[in-house]
């Protein structure tokens, strides 16, 4: 049972316009959620991140909207670029002080951005 | 800062040999973790440690083993492999004192088992 689920395994962007890649989940006692960016052959890292308490964070081109009822989030890039191809996944937690539990991954969504 | 390093890149196993996958970080993280992630899935927790000394399970701990004796170091042990154990296994770290729970990866070590 698949509790973070994204369902778009892939997304095709044009450069210079807006990237949304979708996340849903299906456990309300997740109160933190990040992106990860991960490029062929190399570990995941960290994009961005938000605490349930929230309904958007941004850190530069990245936004990250939360809606709790919906049990939904969205990551927005803008501007997309190149360098932005990459799968991303979405991430949940349980525990935001700290994360001990580890994290609950969806399958990932490949982002490819068209020149 | 090397960060998270794993050996070794990659590794083929026959079915019924062992290996262990070797995991440090240089951040005097106090939590780490051990992911594997299957072709078209999500990362999968196997194991995690919140300290030297002490090791919990995941989701997906059979087959594996793992210990903890310094706070760098947290390798993991297949000790009887099998072909469902090809994957790419990722190694993270995180700090507790952290008010978000950001873990920080490994490159990964993928292991084909044949």
């Known amino acids: 049972d698949q509790q973070v689920k994204q369902n778009s395994p892939s997304l095709s962007v044009q450069e210079g316009r807006i990237s949304i890649l979708n996340c849903d989940y299906t456990n309300s006692m997740f109160d933190y959620f990040l992106w990860y960016k991960k490029y062929p052959a190399e570990g995941p890292t960290f994009l961005i991140s938000?605490?349930?308490?929230?309904d958007k964070n941004e850190d530069g081109r990245f936004t990250v909207f939360l809606n709790k009822s919906a049990k939904h989030l969205s990551l927005h890039i803008v501007p997309s670029q190149p360098g932005d191809s990459a799968v991303y996944f979405c991430a949940a937690s349980m525990y935001s002080g700290g994360g001990a539990d580890g994290l609950t991954f969806g399958k990932g969504t490949h982002l490819i951005i068209q020149p | 800062n090397a960060g998270v390093t794993q050996t070794p890149k990659f590794r083929i196993l026959k079915i019924g040999q062992s290996m262990t996958l070797q995991c440090t970080q240089d951040?005097?993280?106090?939590?780490m973790y051990w992911y594997r992630q299957d072709p078209g899935m999500g990362l999968k927790l196997i194991y995690y440690?919140?300290?030297?000394?002490?090791?919990d399970k995941g989701e997906v701990p059979n087959g594996y083993n793992v210990s903890r004796s310094t706070t760098e170091d947290f390798p993991l042990r297949l000790e009887l492999a099998a072909p469902s154990q090809t994957s790419v296994y990722f190694c993270?770290?995180?700090?507790?004192?952290?008010?978000?729970?950001?873990?920080?990866f490994g490159p990964g070590t993928r292991l084909l088992v044949l």
């Open positions: 440690s919140v300290g030297a000394g002490i090791t």
């Open positions: 938000i605490s349930s308490i929230k």
């Open positions: 951040m005097n993280h106090n939590y």
């Open positions: 993270a770290s995180s700090y507790s004192g952290d008010r978000v729970a950001t873990q920080y």
